[in-house]
């Protein structure tokens, strides 16, 4: 079982299945639909099985597959997967079937087809689990950048009204930052044949290389600028608003789900094995930022009008968290923070889920033109509940085990970093109960409004409603009933998207044994690269503190 290719089929089933998707002749939306469908329950089962031929108290690095693809320039389509991928993987598979069959009644703007939607949403699962699935860093550098396309056409082409402004902003800022890495990645190679006498971009090979302190940070740097763009960390997070805004609700699913976990993945990955000297002497600065993004955009996320956007500075903050997670160097914190990628996409996921379902029905994304819903749509105003719950990390929720987890195991090492970010939680509460209780409770208003009784009058545009209009009563009629919202409940498709995404909502914060058991042993294997043993007892590192 463990000799079968399972993570090159993985990355081959969706890329053919996009293939198929692109080649159907128009008019064929049904069978796109059906097909993209098909393909990434596959492609679940496969991240299943996959999971199943890992042992783990095995190898780190095992299911590998490697064929020489640059030889010259010693460069081979080499996989593999240590529990901290795997669990990646498995999130990815979950969540894309989610999003196409959430998708599934969304029409395109202008003259575009479905079809195409369906095409790039299984071409750009074929490069996500390339990246994390990647153990030659070119190979990681190629799905980098590779993915950058897909999304790209999903934000430009589908998306909200400022698509193409989203759209350029997200592929620019990726851009630049993947540049940047690529000055690295051609500098490791450079070491790697001055260490050993050919080069070479093997992950294992560049992990015994002896570098120098200064070359290390220099090296780091660009990894990191990268990665912090990806993730992303505050300064580098503006681009993020705008693509969540304006991305179709599928694809801003898997861009806060999966792909900004690209970003975190490749600290863990890639800075702190490679470069531990320079992650330990960086490790106060990338602090900073991630408690700066913390609370920062906590309080942007309460200061928003617009769903998405807020949804979007939410991550932004939780990704402060994992930062923390990471640069405390404990074995106990750095678990919590890959928990804390998985558990955030999927309760963000959700949160993002309900949302696109609250605006199709009422055409705004503004909160203010909502209230009430919960009176005729309680199963939508439950699982609103549910996610807002789970983003906060309520006790209970998959996120408090991560939250947990990150708080305890960095507080060791570093307090005040810790203290300040705790600050954060109170701040999510705000936001994520503010939004709720003023579009699910209080007096309906703003959007599909039912026709006023006689007496009044209708036509009143909604401040922000987005084309909606606003029952009025006119002077001679003082006594009106109250307006009642025409929100219809979750339909039995809405119902499959959202039910196993709770399911694992509760699931993950009862029981997270089974991923902190495939987790742990990578991470503790990074903790040994980095020079920290579990307890967080980590060296200086040379020519300055940690």
């Known amino acids: 079982m463990n000799d079968f290719p399972w993570l090159l ?80 993987l498995l999130l990815i598979g979950v969540l894309v079937p989610v999003v196409v069959l959430a998708s599934w009644r969304d029409t395109a703007p202008g003259n575009r087809s479905m079809r195409t939607f369906f095409a790039w949403l299984l071409l750009l699962e074929s490069f996500m689990i390339g990246v994390f699935a990647a153990t030659d860093v070119f190979l990681f550098y190629v799905f980098f950048e590779a993915m950058l396309v897909p999304m790209y056409f999903l934000i430009g082409s589908f998306g909200g009204p400022r698509r193409q402004y989203a759209a350029v902003k997200f592929f620019l800022y990726s851009l630049v930052g993947g540049l940047v890495m690529l000055a690295s990645v051609i500098g490791l190679y450079v070491v790697s044949a001055g260490q050993l006498g050919e080069g070479t971009f093997a992950f294992d090979a560049l992990r015994q290389l002896e570098i120098d302190p200064n070359v290390q940070r220099l090296l780091f740097l660009g990894f990191f600028i990268a990665f912090a763009i990806k993730a992303p960390l505050v300064p580098f997070h503006t681009w993020l608003p705008d693509s969540g805004a304006e991305a179709p609700i599928g694809g801003a699913v898997l861009l806060v789900g999966v792909l900004d976990k690209v970003g975190t993945f490749g600290f863990i990955r890639y800075c702190l094995p490679l470069f531990p000297d320079a992650s330990r002497y960086f490790a106060p600065w990338v602090l900073v930022l991630a408690v700066a993004g913390v609370l920062y955009a906590a309080l942007l996320a309460m200061g928003q009008s617009d769903m998405k956007r807020l949804v979007a500075y939410t991550s932004v903050a939780h990704f402060g968290f994992i930062a923390l997670g990471i640069f405390a160097f404990t074995t106990e914190a750095t678990t919590g923070a890959v928990l804390y990628m998985v558990n955030h996409g999927i309760s963000t996921g959700l949160l993002f889920l309900v949302v696109g379902m609250l605006i199709a029905r009422g055409g705004s994304r503004q909160v203010g033109d909502y209230g009430g819903v919960a009176r005729q749509a309680p199963l939508l105003a439950g699982v609103f509940l549910v996610a807002g719950l789970a983003s906060l990390a309520l006790p209970g929720t998959n996120s408090f085990v991560s939250e947990f987890l990150v708080l305890i195991g960095s507080f060791p090492t570093r307090p005040v970093f810790t203290v300040l970010a705790t600050v954060g939680i109170v701040l999510a509460a705000l936001y994520v109960l503010l939004v709720y209780q003023r579009t699910m409770h209080g007096p309906p208003r703003g959007v599909l409004l039912e026709p006023a009784p006689e007496g009044a009058t209708t036509g009143t545009p909604a401040p922000g409603g987005g084309g909606a209009t606003a029952a009025t009563a006119t002077l001679e009629a003082p006594a009106l009933a109250p307006a009642r919202l025409r929100v219809q409940d979750l339909s039995p498709r809405e119902l499959a998207v959202a039910a196993p ?46």
Do not use: N
């Open 9 to 88: 089929t993985m990355i081959a089933v969706p890329a053919v299945g996009a293939a198929v998707v692109a080649a159907l002749p128009k008019g064929r939306e049904q069978i796109a639909k059906q097909t993209a469908l098909g393909v990434s329950l596959v492609v679940l089962l496969l991240a299943v099985l996959t999971t199943a031929a890992f042992d783990v108290g095995g190898e780190r690095f095992q299911l590998t597959t490697s064929v020489a693809w640059i030889p010259d320039f010693g460069v081979d389509f080499a996989l593999g997967v240590d529990g901290i991928a795997l669990v990646m």
């Open 501 to 546: 995404m709770v399911a694992l909502v509760i699931a993950l914060g009862v029981y997270p044994q089974p991923l902190i058991d495939l987790v742990e042993p990578a991470v503790a294997a990074t903790m040994v690269d980095v020079g920290a043993d579990p307890a967080g007892v980590t060296p200086e590192a040379p020519g300055g503190t940690d």
